[in-house]
T-cell receptor
Framework: DSGVTQTPKHLITATGQRVTLRCSPRSGDLSVYWYQQSLDQGLQFLIQYYNGEERAKGNILERFSAQQFPDLHSELNLSSLELGDSALYFC??????????????FGPGTRLTVT | AQKITQTQPGMFVQEKEAVTLDCTYDTSDPSYGLFWYKQPSSGEMIFLIYQGSYDQQNATEGRYSLNFQKARKSANLVISASQLGDSAMYFCAMREGGSNDYKLSFGAGTTVTVRA
């Protein structure tokens, strides 16, 4: 158990809908990262938050947004869902954001299926 | 350009034998971290081992060791005494110190199947 929690574990929804994925980082970790894992794209970085502030964006679509709350949990919002958004979405956390030497611990992931 | 290259899509290994998973990386940043993760069929990503660019010694964690060859830009994972539970996908990843986001860049992964 990495200490990172994600809910829900599975999500099935229809095209055009909106969903929210939730993540709680490990105790003491201030940085939260969101990744998408799909068969064709592999593991892709989406967005990073540190202590409530957005730090960096990766390959995140405009239909996707995220935030980190004062209690450090984070939510990833996916809207106007398309079939191609079906993927495994991971949240990861690390203790800080200024060093490349801190490992990131991953949550169990949310498997999103868009039908 | 691909930052992490894993050239072995799949490997078979006999139980109790050692296996080496290849990983090469591309960066001009002097500060970086190299990581290996295991993803079993259940889907979770499990952190295995880490090597910093300034570390003089190869990292080891139990049955996992990292063969770090800085000049060749390679960071191969060695799993000793393979067990059936080692069957999984293994990802090599890198974080660069000069980037603004310290995100992990992943390779395509190597699937390891341990045979009894």
């Amino acid at each position: 158990d990495s200490g990172v929690t994600q809910t829900p574990k599975h999500l099935i929804t229809a095209t055009g809908q909106r969903v929210t994925l939730r993540c709680s980082p490990r105790s003491g970790d201030l940085s939260v990262y969101w990744y998408q894992q799909s068969l064709d794209q592999g593991l892709q970085f989406l967005i990073q938050y540190y202590n409530g502030e957005e730090r960096a964006k990766g390959n995140i679509l405009e239909r996707f947004s995220a935030q980190q709350f004062p209690d450090l949990h984070s939510e990833l919002n996916l809207s106007s869902l398309e079939l191609g958004d079906s993927a495994l979405y991971f949240c990861a956390s690390s203790v800080g954001d200024q060093s490349p030497f801190h490992e990131q611990y991953f949550g169990p992931g949310t498997r999103l299926t868009v039908t | 350009a691909q930052k992490i290259t894993q050239t072995q899509p799949g490997m078979f290994v006999q139980e109790k034998e050692a296996v080496t998973l290849d990983c090469t990386y591309d960066t001009s940043d002097p500060s970086y971290g190299l990581f290996w993760y295991k993803q079993p069929s259940s889907g979770e990503m499990i952190f295995l081992i880490y090597q910093g660019s300034y570390d003089q010694q190869n990292a080891t964690e139990g049955r996992y060791s990292l063969n770090f060859q800085k000049a060749r830009k390679s960071a191969n994972l060695v799993i000793s005494a393979s067990q059936l539970g080692d069957s999984a996908m293994y990802f090599c990843a890198m974080r660069e110190g000069g980037s603004n986001d310290y995100k992990l860049s992943f390779g395509a992964g190597t699937t390891v199947t341990v045979r009894a």
